[in-house]
């Protein structure tokens, strides 16, 4: 399917895009012009916190064919203060950020067509003691059952990943080899280089050449690694 959508690419639906983002603030339209030009029939809006979420439903009021919002809160959060080079210092989620999330997204159902991003991301610069993982899990433990209860999709990074054939090979791979005992080779890479690491490091690089492409500064790319 992906394949022939590749050689006739007679449309496509972009399902993650952060268009609330300030970047887009005085261009949206342009960009969502640029986008159905280039047969972009719909494009699926996350939120990253609560306070986005008046603004995704906002973009979707004013855009009603074209945007499609989910809402939910990501693992990472802005502290709304910046460092040195004027990049936003993140932190991980915590249970105070989930409150009234709950409340606003059963009140939107209607308008809605999913819940994110949401997701895990245990990075230790971010995440930074137990506490702040058992958070995390919980507040995403909880948009997993919010999203079960009104039988919503998800978007999230964790899912998405851990669908992919690649996901699946690397964990193949590591099966095999604890089943096998570790291995001197196997020390190495556990000391340096991770196959989740690498991958990680590969989807960087195209992600640097994407929004390098598109003269996006790095500082908007939401991978924690960036
Ligand atoms: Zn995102």
Redesign the pocket.
């Known amino acids: 399917m992906v394949e022939d959508l590749n050689r006739n690419p007679r449309f496509c639906i972009d399902v993650?895009t952060?268009l609330t983002d300030g970047i887009f603030q005085l261009t949206i339209n342009d960009v969502i012009e640029r986008a159905r030009a280039s047969n972009v029939k719909a494009a699926i809006v996350?939120s990253e916190s609560i306070s986005d979420f008046e603004p995704v439903l906002n973009l979707c009021n004013a855009y009603p064919t074209f945007i499609l919002p989910c809402l939910g809160i990501h693992p990472i959060q802005s502290t709304g203060s910046k460092d040195e080079r004027g990049i936003d210092i993140k932190r991980s989620v915590n249970l105070k950020d989930y409150e009234g999330v709950e409340k606003f997204i059963e009140k939107s159902l209607e308008t809605i067509g999913g819940i994110g991003?949401i997701g895990l991301d245990f990075t230790p610069r971010f995440c930074k003691s137990n506490d702040d993982k058992e958070q995390q899990k919980s507040v995403f433990s909880k948009q997993v059952q919010l999203a079960q209860k009104h039988d919503l999709p998800i978007r999230s990074t964790v899912l998405a990943h851990a669908k992919t054939e690649k996901h699946a090979r690397a964990k193949r791979k590591n099966c095999t080899d604890e089943e096998q005992g570790p291995s001197k080779k196997q020390k190495t890479i556990d000391l340096t280089k991770t196959v989740s690491s690498e991958e990680r490091n590969n989807i960087c690089k195209e992600l640097v050449s994407a929004f390098a492409a598109a003269n996006t500064p790095l500082s908007k790319v939401?991978h924690p690694a960036l």
């Open positions: 993650h952060h996350v991003e939401d």
